[in-house]
């Protein structure tokens, strides 16, 4: 019997080992630990630590002054594309225009050669980020030629070149504002490369090649995210190979859940090659306990009071059931040098929130029998532009952004901003453009898609846009402090819109339109946004069917929720809400309508997003179920 226990215990021992090391955790693999590098700099805060990171573990370089080109307009549509660092033009060099052709920077002398038509091509570009301006095909001047991506290859170094003009990623390229005008030319196909003056900025002389750079790395842009997001926390990780790391983060400052992933080189050091962060829904396993309606106020409270103490907050929020006020509030500054506090009675801009607005409109006139949804443009524009546009493109596919009609904002609209007065003035700038993709094959953002449609409400019912959507969706809502008048006018209470540059707030005036329009850009309070909720549930606007229709999510957008006539639809944590968000530089908004439970959530904001949506996305997710 002892013989028998004194084999078992060291077998037992043994096994006891094995299970040990079986629990133990797996060391991280590289890219784990660039991942972990990585986001120790980024939630420091300190800009000579991130710096020192992305100049040392980047397999690149990032995007610096050198990478930054101002489009100013000539003539004609076409721009010279000044490089920030050497203020030398983009240019053609050489007689010969035969494929191959690279281009070179030159002192701005207006020739054909150093002209360029930015066409657009699509709207759709994968989800970074940054904000999307569209993607453009660039056509040179005097050659005709469209610039490209030389050889399908992404390299540093590899030369950017002129070919045919063809409907391919190479000559697809994306303008993305970064500060003072200036813009990073990328490429559609892979949103980490585009434009450098290849050398840098000890290298400006004639004849300097414009090169491709690889991965965006902007320590400004970078500090900027970090202000507004208060740093992520790993949450869970998905999967770790030796080059590539997935994981779940939330932000500090938020609810809001992202996917991040970080890919590294094959051998050491091991360097970061490319790295993607995307918003996504909070996973039911991260669920956040439902509150009553007392402590979800005093946790509301509080949340607000901290936002604007840190400066992440300035606007208005209104909480409401069944038409009675649960809470309501108005925090900083709506003028910060005349020192004028923000109230309920402010107008803040309201972004793409007008988009439901306009849908409303659209769905007035079905249910009255005088557009059709399977109608296509050109039936009711038929003196419009593009042919494709005009006999492929329906009411429906307008409205649920499926028509590739693509969007407005871009070089174009920098350069005619304060040109473009009426509806019909952009369909001058923009209608010759054919649809991006096939139309109602995919789902892509389209604010022009949404100006169609109040061109389309003018022709229809014989009103200009503004005047229907007055007499039509505000007067019988009661929404008696919402409108779109131009920016050149006096309009009591409107707010001024407050953009981060450089770390300090700066007026938004440069970057606005001369008015708002069918797609977006008019002002709005919460009270009037709340007012509109309960003249859509009450049927003021529209009968049950056409309500219900207007509502209900048709198209998946890829980001956990549909798109439905003007409204997104979502479900949070069970919970069916619809409504619109608004985002631009100074402006931010959300409204959340929950059918279910009678709640209606508006919130509005005179800084940069995602001040309001925030705010919003914070009562949806404590909201009581019933």
């Known amino acids: 019997m002892m013989k028998t226990r004194a084999f078992l215990l060291p077998a037992l021992l043994a096994m006891l080992a094995l299970a040990a090391a079986a629990q133990a955790p797996s060391p991280p693999t590289p890219a784990e630990r660039q991942f972990r590098a990585w986001l120790a700099a980024f939630n420091g805060g300190d800009r000579a630590t991130l710096l020192g990171f992305l100049e040392n573990e980047y397999a690149a370089r990032g995007a610096g002054p050198n990478q930054q080109f101002r489009p100013v307009a000539e003539d004609g549509g076409y721009y010279h594309f000044i490089a920030r660092h050497s203020d030398k033009c983009v240019e053609v060099p050489g007689a010969a225009m035969t494929n191959g052709v690279q281009l070179q920077q030159r002192t701005c002398d207006g020739t054909p050669a150093q002209s360029f038509q930015v066409t657009a091509a699509s709207s759709s570009t994968p989800s970074t980020g940054i904000s999307n301006n569209g993607t453009y095909r660039i056509r040179n001047k005097r050659s005709g030629k469209c610039v490209e991506a030389a050889g399908g290859k992404t390299a540093n170094g590899t030369a950017v070149q002129q070919s045919e003009c063809k409907e391919t990623s190479a000559q697809v390229w994306r303008m993305v504002a970064t500060y003072g005008g200036y813009y990073t030319v990328q490429t559609a196909g892979d949103l980490s490369q585009g434009w450098d003056v290849a050398g840098g900025p000890s290298a400006t002389a004639d004849g300097t090649n414009v090169h491709l750079w690889h991965d965006v790395a902007d320590v400004d842009g970078l500090l900027s995210f970090r202000a507004n997001t208060g740093g992520f926390e790993l949450k869970k990780a998905d999967a770790s190979t030796p080059t590539k790391f997935t994981g779940l983060v939330q932000e500090r400052n938020s609810d809001q859940f992202a996917r991040f992933e970080v890919e590294v080189e094959p051998a050491a050091p091991y360097r970061i090659v490319r790295l993607d962060l995307r918003a996504v829904p909070r996973p ?199 409108a779109s008048q131009a920016e050149d006018e006096i309009v009591p209470d409107r707010s001024i819109g407050y953009m981060k540059r450089d770390g300090a707030w700066t007026p938004n005036t440069d970057t606005l339109p001369y008015r708002g329009t069918s797609a977006g850009g008019g002002y709005s309070t919460a009270e009037d946004l709340t007012r509109f909720a309960s003249a859509l549930s009450t049927e003021k606007l529209l009968n049950a069917h056409y309500t219900e229709l207007l509502t209900t999510g048709k198209v998946d957008t890829g980001g956990g929720g549909k798109y439905a006539y003007g409204f997104d639809e979502t479900t949070v944590q069970g919970v069916r809400s619809f409504g619109h968000g608004g985002g631009a530089p100074g402006m931010n908004g959300d409204l959340r309508i929950f059918p279910q439970t009678g709640y209606v959530i508006a919130v509005l904001s005179n800084i940069d997003p995602p001040a309001a949506s925030r705010i919003s996305q914070f009562i949806s997710n404590r909201l009581p179920e019933h």
């Open 284 to 482: 039911p396993e991260f669920a956040i306990p439902r509150m009553a309606e007392g402590e979800l106020v005093a946790a509301l409270r509080a949340r607000l009071e901290a936002e604007t103490a840190a400066d992440r907050f300035a606007g208005a929020v209104m909480l409401s059931r069944n038409g009675r006020t649960i809470f309501s509030g108005a925090y900083g500054l709506a003028d910060r040098e005349k020192k004028i506090p923000n109230t309920l009675a402010t107008r803040f801009r309201i972004g793409s929130m007008n988009k439901m607005f306009t849908a409303t409109a659209v769905l007035q006139l079905v249910q009255a029998g005088k557009i059709k949804l399977d109608g296509t443009v050109g039936k009711y524009l038929p003196d419009y532009p593009n042919k494709d546009i005009a006999t492929q493109v329906t009411i429906h596919q307008l409205l649920t952004h499926t028509g590739g009609t693509g969007d407005f904002f871009g070089p174009e609209f920098d350069a005619h901003r304060l040109e473009l007065r009426t509806l019909q003035d952009y369909v001058k700038l923009f209608g010759a453009r054919g649809p991006a993709f096939e139309p109602g094959s995919r789902w892509a953002y389209s604010n022009y898609g949404m100006l169609l449609l109040g061109v389309i409400i003018e022709r229809v019912s014989g009103q200009s846009y503004y005047d229907y959507v007055r007499d039509n969706v505000y007067a019988p809502a009661g929404m008696t402090s919402t």
